[in-house]
């Protein structure tokens, strides 16, 4: 069912990509990069895939400002120089799509990138034109991932998907929810459709997901990205006057942003955690979730009570 | 939308402050001069507001408010705010109404009446007219944006709206209900866009639109009172 990549250069340079090799054959990128992110394999495929992505809600739309698009490319570049792959957005996104086929023109179309977007339309007879408008946008020959937004009409967006799949057309086929929304419905599409991803939201205040619905995509083979890692910075803003625990430091956390996507990242069903800024140097802290030590389950507890008690 | 009371403000706000106020610095900087064209506009309609003579003073109010509506519909509307916010298509659709309806109502029918303020309620709307026309502006340089994300009269929504919600209260005929239906719907956006921003002059359009709303209420029952008086004497 699940088709892998084809072999060839794209192949070639996405295994370099999640080697670390990226900087060396793409110095355009910088050398920003010092070792290889942490990736998980992405359950259908076994493709590596860095644990932290990069999304694109509210920070990429920024509308035809030439010196905020320059800027968000700057992050893109920052990104893909510190060894990320995933970028997320969303015809919902205003002119994110827009903005990341700026980005990416301007870095020359870096090939590490996973591109992952979205389906958001009530009608499912028009899915076909939205999918062909946001890929003239990102301007990428096609997609690696579409999911089907917040579940808008996905009995009828589903299988064009899974069509453009089959075709050659896209790699990876998912569903996204939000901030505990459907849960119920998300995990009776997990089992009924051969999904490949889905997004949900979760992090160390917001773990719903927790009790079923990340159990079940090990038991299905799903790879499940985490959108709102922060609560769009309300978390952040929330804890961020309190210091960092000292044995934060066992777990190579420098942050509370990375102490936060260790804890997400660190759930063994993770695939993947897609933090949106608009500062090279939040997407570089963010990056460094992805390297050193991951906590363990009793660490993981202890993170949970000590974020609860603030 | 499925579970729609879990849904808060901010679940629809796609863009930051941040990018939200560099619209308008952007804006401003591409349509120079053009705001000193739409204050001498305002000016113009505050003097025929204030000097006594015929009806073609409402019908000149009505055709210069439907010609700034209609620009903040196009110019601003829809080809700016629509580049960060897909609905500002449908509030460009807004906008362009309320010009035809301006238009229809004030230029052609000539039921914008206008004539010196004299009781207080019209005061108050020529009150209103001057605060959209002089001081909303000064509001978002006051409370720490750049001077050059000043939002002025006939080129951005919110002292457009205001002004003619003022004008619309200070024309001492009646109050013409149609033509504040889509300026009312706007200060509940507008607030709501600036709430969810977290901006400290979010209250300032919910406050207007709330001001004029029960003010115009207000003056309906008193005329319709003095009518049904004035019947009873016959």
Same mark, same amino acid.
């Given at each position: 069912m699940t088709q892998l990549p084809r072999a060839g250069r794209r192949r070639l340079l996405r295994a370099l990509a999640a080697t670390g090799a990226t900087a060396m054959l793409w110095p355009s990128l910088g050398s920003a990069q010092q070792r290889p992110p942490l990736t998980r394999p992405?359950? /259908? /495929?076994g493709e590596a895939m860095p644990v932290v992505g990069l999304g694109s809600w509210?920070?990429?739309?920024?509308?035809?400002?030439r010196v905020a698009r320059d800027a968000s490319a700057e992050v893109m570049r920052n990104f893909f120089a510190g060894g990320g792959r995933m970028i997320d957005s969303s015809p919902m996104y205003g002119s994110s799509q827009e903005v990341i086929g700026y980005g990416l023109a301007k870095l020359g179309h870096p090939p590490p990138l996973f591109s992952a977007d979205k389906v958001w339309i009530s009608a499912g007879a028009r899915g076909r034109d939205q999918i062909e408008k946001s890929r003239q946008h990102w301007q990428v020959?096609?997609?690696?991932l579409l999911q089907v937004h917040n579940l808008l009409a996905w009995e009828e967006h589903l299988p064009t998907l899974f069509a453009m799949k089959a075709a050659g057309h896209l790699r990876y086929v998912g569903i996204t929810t939000s901030e505990g929304r459907r849960h119920r419905e998300v995990e009776e599409i997990m089992r009924s459709q051969p999904l490949d991803f889905v997004q949900i939201t979760y992090n160390v205040l917001d773990r719903d997901v927790e009790a079923r619905i990340l159990p079940l995509a090990r038991d299905r083979g799903m790879g499940v990205i985490v959108n709102r890692p922060f609560r769009e910075g309300a978390l952040i803003k929330s804890i961020q006057r309190y210091p960092l625990p000292a044995w934060a430091a066992e777990i190579d956390c420098t942050s509370w942003a990375q102490f936060i996507l260790k804890f997400i990242v /660190?759930?063994?069903?993770?695939?993947c955690a897609i933090p949106a800024t608009t500062s090279v140097a939040h997407v570089r802290e963010n990056l460094?979730?992805? /390297?050193?030590r991951l906590p363990d389950e009793a660490m993981r507890r202890r993170m949970v009570a000590h974020v609860e008690k603030l | 939308m499925s579970e729609w009371w879990t849904y808060r403000p901010s679940d629809f706000l796609l863009f930051s402050p941040r990018t939200y106020y560099r619209l308008f610095e952007l804006y401003n900087a591409e349509i120079w001069p053009a705001q000193i064209l739409t204050l001498a506009l305002g000016v113009a309609i505050l003097v025929l507001l204030l000097r006594h003579g015929g009806a073609w003073r409402g019908r000149a109010v009505a055709a210069i408010l439907a010609g700034c509506w209609l620009w903040v519909a196009w110019a601003f509307h829809f080809n700016r705010y629509a580049t960060i916010n897909w609905a500002a298509t449908y509030f460009a659709a807004a906008f362009a109404v309320e010009a035809v309806l301006l238009v229809w109502t004030g230029a052609i029918r000539g039921r914008l009446l206008l004539s010196p303020a004299v009781r207080a309620v019209d005061r108050v709307g020529l009150g209103i007219f001057l605060f959209a026309l002089v001081v909303q502006p000064l509001i978002g340089p006051l409370a720490?944006?750049?001077?050059?994300q000043v939002e002025i009269f006939g080129v951005a929504p919110d002292p457009t709206v205001v002004a003619t919600l003022g004008l619309l209260l200070a024309a001492p005929d009646r109050v013409l209900w149609t033509l504040l239906v889509i300026p009312l719907l706007w200060c509940a956006v507008g607030g709501a866009t600036l709430w969810t921003m977290e901006s400290p002059d979010a209250f300032v359009m919910p406050f207007a639109g709330a001001l004029v709303l029960l003010l115009a209420a207000w003056k309906a029952r008193t005329r319709a009172g003095m009518r049904a008086g004035s019947q009873s004497c016959l």
């Amino acid at each position: 069912m699940t088709q892998l990549p084809r072999a060839g250069r794209r192949r070639l340079l996405r295994a370099l990509a999640a080697t670390g090799a990226t900087a060396m054959l793409w110095p355009s990128l910088g050398s920003a990069q010092q070792r290889p992110p942490l990736t998980r394999p992405i359950p /259908s /495929s076994g493709e590596a895939m860095p644990v932290v992505g990069l999304g694109s809600w509210i920070t990429f739309n920024v509308g035809n400002d030439r010196v905020a698009r320059d800027a968000s490319a700057e992050v893109m570049r920052n990104f893909f120089a510190g060894g990320g792959r995933m970028i997320d957005s969303s015809p919902m996104y205003g002119s994110s799509q827009e903005v990341i086929g700026y980005g990416l023109a301007k870095l020359g179309h870096p090939p590490p990138l996973f591109s992952a977007d979205k389906v958001w339309i009530s009608a499912g007879a028009r899915g076909r034109d939205q999918i062909e408008k946001s890929r003239q946008h990102w301007q990428v020959p096609r997609f690696d991932l579409l999911q089907v937004h917040n579940l808008l009409a996905w009995e009828e967006h589903l299988p064009t998907l899974f069509a453009m799949k089959a075709a050659g057309h896209l790699r990876y086929v998912g569903i996204t929810t939000s901030e505990g929304r459907r849960h119920r419905e998300v995990e009776e599409i997990m089992r009924s459709q051969p999904l490949d991803f889905v997004q949900i939201t979760y992090n160390v205040l917001d773990r719903d997901v927790e009790a079923r619905i990340l159990p079940l995509a090990r038991d299905r083979g799903m790879g499940v990205i985490v959108n709102r890692p922060f609560r769009e910075g309300a978390l952040i803003k929330s804890i961020q006057r309190y210091p960092l625990p000292a044995w934060a430091a066992e777990i190579d956390c420098t942050s509370w942003a990375q102490f936060i996507l260790k804890f997400i990242v /660190s759930h063994p069903a993770v695939t993947c955690a897609i933090p949106a800024t608009t500062s090279v140097a939040h997407v570089r802290e963010n990056l460094g979730a992805a /390297s050193g030590r991951l906590p363990d389950e009793a660490m993981r507890r202890r993170m949970v009570a000590h974020v609860e008690k603030l | 939308m499925s579970e729609w009371w879990t849904y808060r403000p901010s679940d629809f706000l796609l863009f930051s402050p941040r990018t939200y106020y560099r619209l308008f610095e952007l804006y401003n900087a591409e349509i120079w001069p053009a705001q000193i064209l739409t204050l001498a506009l305002g000016v113009a309609i505050l003097v025929l507001l204030l000097r006594h003579g015929g009806a073609w003073r409402g019908r000149a109010v009505a055709a210069i408010l439907a010609g700034c509506w209609l620009w903040v519909a196009w110019a601003f509307h829809f080809n700016r705010y629509a580049t960060i916010n897909w609905a500002a298509t449908y509030f460009a659709a807004a906008f362009a109404v309320e010009a035809v309806l301006l238009v229809w109502t004030g230029a052609i029918r000539g039921r914008l009446l206008l004539s010196p303020a004299v009781r207080a309620v019209d005061r108050v709307g020529l009150g209103i007219f001057l605060f959209a026309l002089v001081v909303q502006p000064l509001i978002g340089p006051l409370a720490g944006r750049d001077w050059v994300q000043v939002e002025i009269f006939g080129v951005a929504p919110d002292p457009t709206v205001v002004a003619t919600l003022g004008l619309l209260l200070a024309a001492p005929d009646r109050v013409l209900w149609t033509l504040l239906v889509i300026p009312l719907l706007w200060c509940a956006v507008g607030g709501a866009t600036l709430w969810t921003m977290e901006s400290p002059d979010a209250f300032v359009m919910p406050f207007a639109g709330a001001l004029v709303l029960l003010l115009a209420a207000w003056k309906a029952r008193t005329r319709a009172g003095m009518r049904a008086g004035s019947q009873s004497c016959l």
